[in-house]
């Protein structure tokens, strides 16, 4: 049950991130981005995967035959029935099927753990590579925007430069109105 809540967990979480509302326009930090759709089929495989024959643990190649099964929004449920008919038929071959780690014979836990782990390996991992990327971009946009900062400041001092000028010859000009108003008001 909590390996089934926990899929389902990360499944809203790859959903809500890679998400479009039609309605709003609200999109989804993520939308579009292929590490999400890489981790979301890397996931639905693997609860999908049949075991190969030399594979196979204590009978069972697949979550399904554990009751653990794929609906049709991505979501696992689990038929309760049958993992509890399989719980007592066979509690150890049961715990096996998840946790057994012996060469070939990888129980589904482990598996999981194994493809999480190479998801979010910092040095190759798709979680990495994706950090990575987005670092990058940062860093592209922080260089932009500080081009954009220093093309504003150069404009800035241009039109403060010209600012000062028209004030002065505006100032000047004053100063002949004054002179030549005094000027004809001498002569009247």
Known sequence: ESFVEAYNQVVELLRSVDSYDAETGARGALLGDSTVAR?????????????QDDQVIEGYSGLW?????????????????????????????????FLRD?????????????????????DGGALGIAGERFQSRIELANERIE??????????????????????????LQSQ???LLSFQSSMI
């Open 147 to 172: 081009l954009i900062d220093r093309r504003i400041e150069a404009r800035r001092v241009i039109l403060v430069e010209r600012f000062a000028a028209m004030e002065r010859a505006l100032s000047a």
């Open 102 to 122: 012996d060469g070939d014979q990888r129980g589904f836990a482990v598996r999981f753990e194994e493809l999480v782990s190479a998801l979010t390996d910092t």
């Open 177 to 179: 109105n004054s002179a």
């Open 39 to 51: 981790v979301d089929r890397s996931l639905s495989a693997l609860v999908l995967q049949r075991l």
């Open 65 to 97: 035959e554990l009751g653990v099964r794929m609906g049709s929004s991505g979501r696992l449920e689990l038929d309760a029935d049958r993992l509890d008919a399989a719980l007592q038929e066979d509690p150890a071959g049961v715990e096996a099927a």
